[in-house]
Structure formats: C-alpha cells, structure tokens
C-alpha cells in the first residue's frame, strides 16, 4: 500500500513527489512515456525562473536527474483506470492493480487533432504534433503551422530556423498570443501569415502530405507542402470515474482536491485560467503538502 500515487511525470507530477519524498511517504510515480512529459515537445522556454532560456528536453532532464537523486519510485507504465473504495484508491495497470491512501492524477493533456480525414494515416508522413520532435526532417523544406495561440507561434519560430518557409494558417483574423511572440514571427522573413484561413483537407501523394486545401474569402485555395505541424490546443487526460469536470477538465479546490475524496488532480488536467510550468509545479507542491499534512494525522 503505497500513502501516494501519482499519475503522470510531467513537472507537476514530479514536482508533488519530490515534497512527498523528503516527507518520508511512500510514493511511486507512474509515467506512460518519458519523465518530464510535455517538456520533451517544446523548442524552447524563457520564463521558467533560474533560466534564461532553456530547451524543454533540457528541463526534462534536469527533472529527471532530481527524480534519480531523491531515489522516487518510478514505474514506467500506462494506468488503465483508477477506482476510489473509500480510504483507499486502486490503480489497475495492464498486469497488476496497486493500492494507494492519495492518489494525484497529473496527466496532462494530449495535442488535438484537425480531425480532418487522412490525419491519422499521414502522421509521420507530414503530419506532426511537435516540432521539436520532427522539425529536423523537413530541413530547407516549405511547411505550414496550423493554429492561433502561443504554441503555435512559438513553434513556427523554432521551425523558421531550419525549413525553407512557413505558412502559418490560422483561421481567425487575430492570434490569441503574447504581443512579442507575434513582433517576433512578424520579423522573420521566411514566415507568412494567412489569417481567416479554415484548414479543409490533406492532400496526399504516394503516402505522403503532398499539399492542404483551406478556404479564404468563401474561396479554395491550395498550399503546397511537405510537412505540416498542428497547434490547435489539447484535450486532458482524463479516466472513466465520476470526478466532477468543467468543460472537459477536472475541477479542484485550492488544495488540489478532485470530487472524490482523496484523489487529487495538478497540472494541466485541471480547469485553469492559465497552463504554465510554474503554476504547475505549484499545485504539485500544494497536493503534496495537503496530503503530507493528511498522512500525518492519520
Ligand atoms: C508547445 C508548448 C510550449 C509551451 N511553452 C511553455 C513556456 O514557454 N512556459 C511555460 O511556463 N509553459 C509552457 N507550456 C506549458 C507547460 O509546458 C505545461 O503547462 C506543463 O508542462 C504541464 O505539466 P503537467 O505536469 O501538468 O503535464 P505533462 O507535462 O503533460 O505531463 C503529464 C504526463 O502524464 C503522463 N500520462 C498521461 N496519461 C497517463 C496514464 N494513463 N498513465 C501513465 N502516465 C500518463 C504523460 O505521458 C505525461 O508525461 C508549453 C506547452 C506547449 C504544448
């Protein structure tokens, strides 16, 4: 019986085991991919404090080093479903179920899909959630960015650094973007900006993207390229168990607690105003310091 699980290794995830860990609780840290999570997609952050600028697989690392230093239990596999039995939660695994006093869901959210009809079948082909990832095979070539919002000019930035050029089709007539993000993209001589531009359709060609169709002034017009990264927002991660939610995300009090008794959600799974690494690593430590504080009395 472990006092916490925790779903998820991102920043808020670990940040909540490395306070539950120097408080001498038995935790393990659950992760389906790479400790760090969403950190090891982003190009590039410069407002995360001690950093100037750093790259998102760096901090991921540095996460990791201090997951390996305070010796955390990490489990490398994906939680299937979690079930609440009063003082206890049960974590069911693939191949075993494991028990726990807390448990903190940090899961995340998962980049959303055009869902428009070739995507699947053409992702890896020219479609891409992560430029950080798959910028580098699309080196002097012409590609597009598809979104409206911070990420998706950030990451136009990044690519303008290594493709020929970049469209950036957003189908409104504003981005929804910090002002200097935006004077930076505006500066870059091989980035073009279509605004009131709907994304339509994938055009394929022998199994690869070979161009997208998007409508502008009631018009089809055709783009021609190679690859194209998709920054359209993210939905979170969320299990099958009757947890209250607003929209889609979970909802928490001050002290991170879910609709469930102790089951706690941090990170970007929780309905916020804001999803940044800071706050983040903050409702990580507020979860923890509750639950420290729980444990203590019990
Ligand atoms: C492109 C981009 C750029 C950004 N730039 C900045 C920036 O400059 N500054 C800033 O402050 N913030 C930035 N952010 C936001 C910031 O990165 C996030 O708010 C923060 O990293 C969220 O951390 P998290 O721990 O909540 O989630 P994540 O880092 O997403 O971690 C969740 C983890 O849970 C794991 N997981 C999910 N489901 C399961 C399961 N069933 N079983 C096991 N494991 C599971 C996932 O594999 C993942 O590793 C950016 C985000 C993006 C997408």
């Keep these: 019986m472990y006092d916490c699980i925790i779903i998820g290794g991102g920043i808020s995830g670990i940040t909540a085991a490395v306070y539950l860990k120097h408080a001498n609780k038995k935790v393990l840290l659950i992760e389906k991919s790479a400790l760090g999570g969403i950190l090891n997609k982003i190009s590039k952050i410069e407002n995360y404090p001690g950093y100037k600028s750093v790259t998102g697989p760096d901090l991921a ?30 974590v069911k695994l693939k191949d075993k179920e494991l028990t726990c006093k807390y448990l903190i869901l940090a899961t995340g959210k998962e980049a959303r899909k055009l869902n428009l009809e070739n995507e699947d ?78 994304t339509k359709s994938l055009n394929e060609e022998n199994g690869l993207l070979k161009s997208i169709t998007y409508m502008k002034d009631e018009k089809e017009e055709e783009l021609q390229v190679s690859g194209a990264f998709v920054y359209i927002g993210s939905t979170p991660n969320i299990f099958d168990i009757n947890l209250e939610l607003d929209g889609n995300y979970i909802k928490v009090n001050e002290d991170m607690e879910t609709s469930i008794e102790r089951i706690y959600a941090i990170g970007d799974v929780i309905k916020k105003d804001i999803y940044q690494l800071t706050n983040a690593a903050s409702e990580g430590m507020i979860a923890a310091t509750n639950i420290i504080k729980r444990l203590n009395k019990e």
């Excluded at 997951?67 to 939680?79: D, F, G, M």
């Excluded at 950036?168 to 531009?197: A, P, R």
């Design 61 to 90: 690392y540095n996460l990791y080093e201090q997951v390996k230093y305070n010796e955390i239990e990490v489990l490398e596999s994906t939680v299937i479903s979690i079930e609440n039995q009063g003082n206890t939660n049960l």
């Design 121 to 198: 079948r053409l992702v890896g082909r020219g479609i891409s959630y992560c430029a950080l990832c798959d910028g580098p095979f699309f080196r002097n070539k012409e590609v597009a960015v598809i979104g409206a919002g911070d990420s998706a000019l950030l990451e136009a930035l990044y690519l303008s650094n290594i493709c020929s050029h970049i469209t950036i089709i957003n189908k409104y007539s504003k981005f929804k973007c910090k002002e200097t993000l935006l004077n930076q993209v505006l500066k870059k001589e091989n980035i073009t900006i279509l605004y009131d531009s709907m």
